[in-house]
Each structure stands twice: as C-alpha cells, then as structure tokens.
C-alpha cells in the first residue's frame, strides 16, 4: 500500500476555542490511483491533505506514504519529505509574476535530483507557444497548466491538488482533468484532490468523503467515466 492513514487526529485552538478537525481518520490509497476527498466546507478534507503533505502537523495517529513515517518529523526532516516526494497544485496558481512561464517550472526543477524532462513536459502540458510569457499575459487555464508543470518537473511520486479546478471554468475545468488523467496514466503518479465538484468523483479509482472530521464513505469505482465524458463541470 502506497499511503496508509492510521487513526489520524488533527485540532485547533485551546479553550473554548478547540475544534478537534479530524477525529480518527483511517484510509488507504493505492500507488498509482487517482484518488477524491469531497466533504462539505469544514468537514476536515483539506486538514487531512495538508497533513499527508507535512504542511500540517497531527496530534495523534499514523501517515505512512511510500514506507515512510511522516508523524513526528521535525521541520528539517518534513521539508525533505515534501522535497523527495510531493507535488502540490492549488486552486490559486502561485506564479511568480515577475519570471516567464518556463522560469516558473525551473524553480522546482532544482529541488530534485531526477526531474522530469523540461521539454517533454512543456509539449505534454501545452505551453511550448506560451513558455516565454509571463503569468498576467496567459489565461486562467493556461497558469494552471503552469503550475501543474511546476509541481511535475520534480518527478514526485505523490500529487496533492486542493480545488485545481475551483477557479476555472467548466470548460477549462474539463480541460484540466483530462490532463491530470493523462499524467496519471503517463508517470504513474499517484493523486489525492480535494474538490466540491461531484463530477470529478466518476473519473478517479478511490473516491474517500469525510464528514464531521471522520471518513463516512470509502469506497472504489469498478468503472470510471473518462475525463472528457464528464458532465456538470
């Protein structure tokens, strides 16, 4: 098993101000999978990515991803986690304004020792015409292409999208997810995304829905809908 989630529990604040987020969550995900975490506003969904992704630390339980601890970590130990292993892509895209395109991918080439090809990339991702522009001369889409190119060119073995699609519209959202299908298929890389779109559910293997801080469905798609045949986007 690629990620093993153990009895997981994450709060905030003291007083009368706790609010325990996540209340003993248990999952697993396979390597390779595409992978949906729904759950309405404050349910935890993001809490749990942002644990699995060491931006967050747990209070109590067990994050395993590829045969590696991640609870406990200290700061030094979980930034080289992040290094190694991780990709995130937001709903906002987080360009530096002031570098082009291409220069926005090379900033997270150098973190890894085996990054993908530059080239290859930029021609899978659709912005070869676009490499030289900055982020306010392209669209929407087109800066998400950006950032998804950003997070790939590290080669991680795990991708963490929160909302990707969340600001674009249903037919650059349509767009975005046939990439993302295309990527999994291409670098094997395995997908956690966060989403209130209860389309993007029939495109992916695990669909994982948390409610009130614990996992109330969990389950597998015996058959999904490819990207391109969504609807409702």
Do not use: W
């Not at 200290?74 to 220069?103: M, W």
């Not at 349509?174 to 990439?179: G, S």
Request: aromatic residues 6%; glycine residues 8%; charged residues 25%.
């Amino acid at each position: 098993m690629y990620l093993t989630v153990s009895n997981l529990r994450k709060s905030y604040g003291e007083g009368g101000s706790y609010v325990e987020v996540l209340k003993g969550i248990n999952v697993e995900v396979n390597k390779g999978d595409m992978c949906v975490i729904q759950g309405t506003s404050g349910s935890g969904k993001s809490t749990l990515l942002n644990c699995i992704g060491g931006l967050d630390n747990a209070d109590k339980g067990s994050i395993v991803v590829d045969g590696q601890e991640i609870v406990g970590l200290n700061s030094d130990e979980l930034a080289e986690y992040r290094r190694k292993n991780l990709g995130f892509i937001f709903q906002f895209y987080n360009l530096v304004p002031n570098l082009t395109i291409r220069e926005n991918i090379m900033v997270c080439e150098y973190l890894t020792d085996s990054p993908l090809d530059m080239e290859e990339l930029i021609e899978v991702l659709g912005l070869k015409e676009h490499q030289n522009k900055f982020p306010s001369q392209l669209s929407g889409g087109q800066q998400q292409r950006c950032a998804i190119a950003r997070a790939l060119i590290k080669n991680p073995t795990l991708l963490l999208l929160d909302e990707p699609t969340g600001a674009l519209d249903s037919k650059t959202s349509k767009e975005i997810l046939i990439l993302l299908e295309e990527i999994n298929k291409k670098y094997g890389t395995t997908m956690l995304m966060v989403t209130h779109n209860n389309s993007i559910k029939q495109m992916v293997d695990q669909v994982i829905r948390i409610k009130d801080g614990v996992i109330s469905k969990n389950y597998y798609n015996e058959v999904k809908v490819p990207a391109k045949d969504l609807e409702d986007l």
